[in-house]
């Protein structure tokens, strides 16, 4: 994989390792989930199945939750990109002549970008103001046409519902059906983020009709919907953000945030970036995985991290998204590992065209596994 991506990647990864990040490897919560729960399998089936299947209807949740936002009287703003969104809260703020905003920065607002922009329009980022403050909402609940807020300081909880002005923007796919699911969803994700047991500072708002128009709401698609066409996919869209898959990930704890240049890091990241962003910017996060599996033990959506990054990495190849060089040591191994013959060929061969193949592409030198000098069938034979 020769893009610039990809180099500049390997180089951050290479400093990383050298920096040898202090990450916290520390992920047991068996004592907590017990607490919790009877079966903490059966609770992360029961959320996983649960967010898929709104995930799967995610149309029909935005139409029944733009009804009943709307009908207090509110209207929600969508955008499909972020040069729209951006576009809108310029216009918004120029409206109603608001030069200061209280930004909270939470994962999809840093995903924006949003603090840089304003900045850059001369909209003055003040952590003091109640005039206009920009909050991300956990979820959108459809029945009730209410936001799901989770705030990380009392002080936060106080800015947000002072505010004269309250800009919520929200990702697509962070939408539910009805009140009663959040407890469960809460308890999963508190469990895996902090090790604890309940979200402390929550609340649920619906806002009032005839409130002066001082809440809008932008919803965002931002990439989801290339996520969504993709059948398999779509469960990527369930992860709940709990960065449990990173804490077991061998490789996320060498080298940590940093080379993926990105809000999202870590085993999700790799899944999803390359249909946020480019696939050509973005296809080589597909490839720095061992599919060791770890992940997809932890992940309390029961997301299959691993068989996504497969797919992933079939769908590159398909779409010849790889460079020749690569498409051709896929071809090349694909036709030894497939065929009994050639796997029972003499060592020689094998360490050979592992040489070819795979050494000279080594990032980081290190010796190649040692070949058996007898396959499975063969010592088999030989009982
Ligand atoms: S993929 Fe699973 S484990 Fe990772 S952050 Fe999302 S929900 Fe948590």
């Given at each position: 994989m020769e893009t610039n991506e990809y180099k500049f990647f390997i180089s951050d990864c290479k400093k990383a390792i050298e920096k040898n990040n202090d990450i916290d490897v520390s992920f047991n919560i068996d004592d907590i989930s017990l607490k919790n729960f009877k079966s903490y399998s059966y609770a992360k089936k029961k959320a996983a199945n649960l967010r898929q299947k709104y995930i799967n209807n995610i149309d029909e949740l935005l139409v029944l939750f733009d009804k009943n936002f709307s009908e207090k009287g509110n209207e929600i703003n969508w955008a499909i990109e972020y040069d729209t969104l951006i576009e809108d809260i310029l216009k918004l703020l120029r409206e109603k002549k608001i030069k200061e905003v209280n930004i909270f920065e939470n994962k999809f607002v840093e995903e924006l970008g949003l603090v840089k922009n304003l900045k850059q329009e001369d909209i003055n980022i003040s952590s003091?103001?109640?005039?206009c403050v920009i909050f991300e909402p956990k979820y959108a609940i459809s029945q009730t046409g209410s936001l799901f807020l989770d705030f990380k300081s009392a002080l936060e909880m106080d800015f947000v519902m002072e505010a004269e002005l309250k800009i919520f923007i929200l990702p697509?796919?962070?939408?539910?059906?009805?009140?009663?699911?959040i407890e469960l969803l809460s308890q999963l994700y508190s469990i895996n983020k902090?090790?604890?047991?309940?979200?402390s500072l929550t609340t649920i708002y619906t806002p009032k009709i005839?409130?002066?128009?001082n809440v809008e709401l932008f919803i965002v698609d931002n990439g989801r919907t290339n996520l969504l066409e993709l059948k398999e996919h779509r469960?990527?869209?369930?992860?709940?953000?709990?960065?449990a898959c990173k804490k077991v990930c061998p490789i996320y704890l060498m080298?940590?945030?940093?080379?993926?240049?990105?809000v999202f890091s870590g085993p999700i990241a790799n899944v999803i970036l390359p249909f946020l962003e480019t696939v050509d910017g973005c296809k080589h996060l597909s490839f720095n995985?061992?599919?060791?599996g770890n992940c997809v033990k932890v992940c309390p959506m029961n997301i299959p991290i691993t068989d996504l990054i497969i797919a992933n990495r079939n769908i590159f190849f398909e779409n010849r998204n790889m460079d020749f060089n690569e498409r051709y040591k896929v071809k090349v191994l694909k036709k030894y590992l497939i065929d009994r013959k050639k796997l029972s060929n003499k060592i020689w061969k094998k360490e050979l065209l592992m040489k070819f193949l795979v050494k000279r592409k080594l990032t980081i030198p290190r010796p190649l596994p040692v070949f058996s000098k007898s396959t499975f069938s063969q010592i088999k034979s030989q009982k």
């Open positions: 003091e103001s109640k005039k697509i796919n962070n939408i539910l059906k009805s009140i009663e699911d902090n090790k604890t047991d309940y979200l005839n409130n002066e128009n469960k990527a869209l369930t992860c709940i953000d709990c960065d080298i940590g945030d940093e080379p993926y240049n990105n995985c061992i599919l060791c």
